[in-house]
């Protein structure tokens, strides 16, 4: 089967380097090409096209190691690599028609919006972009192949919120709906959001359900969508969930019809985020790290020193390097060179994985990389708000009585010989009430700043179920009540009416229970419709970032944090006592720890194999990357 993977911008690029370590871990299914849909040539996809380069180049190097699992071929290229205009109004140029067209159909900000960047905002301008483009001969549909036979397998990507990618989505998805198995992977707003990316994202979906386009379609995003405090320069967990499914979408058969909504709950993450497949990214990705962290902390020090002095080390001195290159000392400087240069490529790529990882790690949206300070500052916010609720509806139902009593007015009553204003005793219990009400009121805006809108609507909706809940339970009692109280009025005898009126008395308070609750669940409804008109989920957390790796449930946050600040050499005490520190660490690296984990040394001892045959470089990585995940199980 032929799997296509066409991806739409900087998130493309983000998404293809996931696709990269998916492959890498063992868990891609096949070969597969790559395209990268994008106009002009950015810093980002030239990093993700070098990074390819060094896979590929590791894929030589494995390929010689006897026996060994080489990682599935992945190709990659880039489409148009440049806009033939710079903008709508270029596009029309000198011709009076064309200027007329694009005067009419299209605002000042649209016409002149450069066509070489995401068009967030900008939807118009970029199908006429894409037009233009599926009209040159190179575009990527003249490469798949027509006629009968097996369909070739093509995913599309793109943010649903930047222009460029919504466009692509839709025009592509169109035109090969009938010649492909087609599946979009649609992205919701996640970082670096503008003020109206929802609605951009919201009316380029409508379009995708209008053109019958959502038949295979996932709609990938956070359950929290205030994530606009993420870096959009940084690796997202969106974009290494999107690997995970177009995984998915080219190994399964055959492919399910229908579209789906996947978004990370709230709460710590660990490997439980990717479901039936929690297992299999944990060895591979968790095998992965501990692989790259061997390859940093032990094995490329000592190989490149080695290498270098063959009479430095002898080859007893460690039991792998002797295993792998015992015949180094009989190889002249230049062989030598060539097994460094490869082990150089491999301990690259693996440490550009654990970067990547680290810096994923780092840009968790608030709701995930802070779990605990989140459950508490919404255990906080939720209790503030009970309070809060309960002495608004006091103060509702107590001035609703009051009015109705006359209280207001200033109603004097004498009480055994004394006067005593009711009026102005209400009213002072009234001042002290709002007084509470409003010190509440001020603990929750300070509560909602670090909670973030997503967060404190949910409370909201919460909340509000809870009072319909027990008010609809309270009312169906009073009423249940209610109508026995009035059976027995009816046949009690004079003698026991007083039974009947203790137990209207007792209703009355029900009833005034009752009204209590009903009004916090108006209140309830009315905070969360307001929350909802000023689109409050999109309001980020300003809980303050902790530095450096957030604790979670993939990877040790210590570990990473000590192999990223490793100094380059291990001369003098302090660096010594840092790089055994960082050692030390490897054991729990992957998360949750297993029973059987082990240190750096013992992990190592078992990575002992035969003569390499001529391929030393390729026998110990494909080794290593083979007992790192069976060390992750």
């Given at each position: 089967?032929?799997?296509?993977?066409?991806l739409?911008?900087?998130?493309?690029?983000?998404v293809?380097?996931a696709?990269?370590w998916?492959?890498l871990?063992?868990?891609?299914?096949?070969?597969?090409a790559?395209?990268?849909l994008?106009?002009?040539?950015t810093?980002?996809?030239?990093q993700?096209?070098?990074?390819?380069?060094?896979?590929?180049?590791?894929?030589?190097i494995?390929?010689q190691?006897?026996?060994?699992k080489?990682?599935p071929?992945l190709t990659?290229s880039?489409?148009?690599?440049?806009a033939?205009?710079?903008?709508?109004?270029d596009?029309?140029?000198e011709?009076?028609?064309?200027?007329?067209?694009?005067?009419?159909?299209?605002?000042?900000?649209?016409?002149?919006?450069?066509?070489?960047?995401?068009?967030?905002g900008?939807?118009d301008a970029?199908?006429?972009?894409?037009?233009?483009?599926?009209?040159?001969?190179?575009?990527?549909?003249?490469g798949?192949p027509?006629?009968?036979?097996e369909?070739?397998?093509?995913?599309l990507?793109?943010?649903?919120?930047?222009g460029?990618g919504a466009?692509?989505?839709r025009?592509?998805?169109?035109?090969?709906?009938d010649?492909?198995e087609v599946?979009l992977l649609?992205?919701?707003p996640?970082?670096?959001?503008?003020?109206?990316?929802?609605?951009?994202?919201?009316?380029a979906?409508r379009?995708?359900e209008?053109?019958?386009?959502?038949?295979r379609?996932?709609?990938?995003?956070?359950?929290?969508?205030?994530c606009a405090?993420?870096d959009?320069?940084a690796?997202?967990?969106v974009e290494w969930?999107?690997?995970?499914?177009a995984a998915?979408?080219?190994?399964?058969?055959p492919?399910?019809?229908g579209?789906?909504?996947?978004?990370?709950?709230?709460?710590r993450?660990d490997?439980e985020?990717?479901?039936?497949?929690?297992?299999?990214?944990?060895?591979?990705?968790?095998?992965l790290?501990?692989?790259?962290a061997?390859?940093?902390?032990?094995?490329?020090?000592?190989?490149?020193?080695?290498?270098?002095?063959?009479n430095?080390?002898?080859?007893r001195?460690?039991g792998?390097y002797?295993?792998?290159?015992?015949?180094?000392?009989q190889?002249?400087?230049?062989?030598?060179?060539a097994?460094?240069e490869?082990?150089r490529?491999a301990?690259?790529?693996?440490?550009?994985?654990?970067?990547?990882?680290t810096?994923l790690?780092?840009?968790?949206?608030p709701?995930?990389?802070?779990?605990?300070?989140?459950?508490k500052?919404?255990?906080?916010?939720?209790?503030?708000?009970r309070?809060l609720?309960?002495?608004?509806?006091?103060?509702?139902?107590?001035r609703?009585e009051?009015s109705g009593?006359?209280?207001?007015?200033?109603?004097?009553?004498?009480?055994h010989g004394?006067e005593?204003?009711?009026?102005?005793?209400?009213?002072?219990?009234?001042?002290?009430?709002?007084?509470?009400?409003?010190?509440l009121?001020?603990?929750?805006?300070?509560?909602e700043a670090?909670l973030?809108g997503?967060?404190?609507?949910?409370?909201l909706?919460?909340?509000?179920?809870e009072?319909?809940r027990?008010a609809e339970?309270?009312?169906?009692?009073a009423e249940?009540?209610?109508?026995?109280?009035d059976?027995?009025?009816?046949?009690?005898?004079?003698d026991?009416?007083?039974?009947v009126?203790?137990?209207?008395?007792?209703?009355?308070?029900?009833?005034?229970y009752?009204a209590?609750?009903?009004?916090?669940?108006?209140?309830?409804?009315?905070?969360?419709?307001?929350?909802?008109?000023?689109?409050?989920?999109r309001?980020?957390?300003?809980?303050p970032r902790?530095?450096?790796?957030?604790?979670?449930?993939?990877?040790?946050?210590?570990?990473?944090?000590l192999?990223?600040s490793?100094?380059?050499?291990?001369?003098?005490?302090?660096?010594?006592?840092?790089?055994?520190?960082?050692?030390?660490?490897?054991?729990?690296?992957?998360?949750p720890?297993?029973?059987?984990?082990?240190?750096?040394?013992?992990f190592?001892?078992r990575?002992?194999?035969m003569?390499a045959?001529?391929a030393?470089a390729?026998?110990?990585v494909?080794?290593?990357l083979?007992?790192?995940?069976?060390?992750?199980?």
């Amino acid at each position: 089967m032929r799997r296509e993977l066409w991806l739409m911008g900087g998130a493309g690029c983000r998404v293809a380097q996931a696709v990269l370590w998916t492959a890498l871990a063992g868990l891609w299914p096949g070969e597969t090409a790559i395209t990268l849909l994008e106009t002009g040539r950015t810093a980002l996809s030239a990093q993700t096209e070098a990074l390819y380069a060094q896979y590929a180049r590791l894929r030589e190097i494995l390929a010689q190691a006897p026996g060994g699992k080489t990682p599935p071929a992945l190709t990659i290229s880039r489409w148009p690599g440049a806009a033939a205009h710079a903008s709508l109004r270029d596009w029309a140029g000198e011709d009076a028609d064309s200027m007329f067209l694009c005067r009419a159909l299209f605002d000042e900000d649209t016409a002149a919006a450069g066509l070489d960047g995401s068009l967030a905002g900008h939807a118009d301008a970029a199908g006429v972009l894409w037009a233009d483009l599926l009209s040159r001969p190179d575009n990527p549909l003249a490469g798949l192949p027509c006629g009968e036979g097996e369909k070739p397998r093509v995913l599309l990507g793109g943010r649903l919120d930047e222009g460029f990618g919504a466009a692509g989505l839709r025009v592509l998805a169109g035109a090969l709906k009938d010649s492909a198995e087609v599946g979009l992977l649609a992205l919701e707003p996640y970082a670096g959001d503008a003020e109206d990316a929802s609605a951009c994202a919201a009316a380029a979906l409508r379009q995708l359900e209008r053109e019958g386009l959502t038949g295979r379609m996932l709609l990938l995003g956070l359950t929290e969508g205030d994530c606009a405090g993420q870096d959009k320069n940084a690796p997202s967990l969106v974009e290494w969930l999107s690997a995970c499914y177009a995984a998915s979408f080219f190994e399964k058969e055959p492919l399910p019809e229908g579209a789906v909504t996947f978004r990370a709950a709230p709460g710590r993450l660990d490997w439980e985020i990717f479901e039936e497949k929690a297992a299999a990214y944990r060895r591979g990705f968790g095998g992965l790290m501990r692989a790259a962290a061997a390859f940093r902390l032990e094995i490329l020090p000592v190989a490149q020193r080695g290498l270098a002095a063959p009479n430095w080390l002898r080859d007893r001195a460690v039991g792998w390097y002797a295993a792998y290159f015992r015949q180094a000392r009989q190889m002249d400087a230049a062989q030598r060179e060539a097994l460094a240069e490869d082990m150089r490529l491999a301990g690259a790529l693996l440490e550009e994985y654990r970067r990547w990882m680290t810096a994923l790690l780092g840009n968790l949206p608030p709701q995930l990389r802070s779990a605990g300070a989140m459950e508490k500052l919404l255990a906080s916010a939720a209790d503030n708000y009970r309070q809060l609720s309960e002495i608004s509806a006091q103060l509702t139902v107590m001035r609703r009585e009051a009015s109705g009593s006359g209280l207001a007015q200033g109603k004097t009553v004498h009480r055994h010989g004394l006067e005593d204003n009711e009026d102005e005793r209400m009213q002072r219990v009234l001042a002290q009430m709002e007084e509470k009400r409003e010190r509440l009121d001020r603990a929750r805006q300070a509560l909602e700043a670090n909670l973030g809108g997503a967060a404190r609507l949910r409370m909201l909706r919460s909340a509000r179920a809870e009072l319909a809940r027990e008010a609809e339970k309270l009312h169906a009692q009073a009423e249940e009540a209610r109508r026995r109280i009035d059976e027995a009025a009816r046949v009690a005898q004079p003698d026991e009416q007083y039974k009947v009126a203790t137990a209207r008395t007792k209703l009355e308070r029900m009833e005034r229970y009752t009204a209590l609750v009903d009004a916090r669940l108006e209140m309830a409804r009315e905070d969360e419709r307001c929350a909802e008109e000023d689109d409050m989920r999109r309001q980020p957390s300003q809980l303050p970032r902790e530095s450096g790796v957030p604790e979670n449930g993939l990877f040790s946050a210590r570990a990473l944090m000590l192999w990223d600040s490793l100094p380059d050499v291990q001369e003098g005490r302090r660096e010594k006592r840092r790089w055994a520190e960082a050692e030390a660490a490897f054991a729990g690296a992957t998360l949750p720890a297993a029973d059987h984990e082990e240190d750096l040394a013992a992990f190592l001892r078992r990575l002992k194999d035969m003569e390499a045959n001529g391929a030393p470089a390729a026998a110990l990585v494909a080794n290593l990357l083979a007992l790192a995940r069976e060390a992750a199980v």
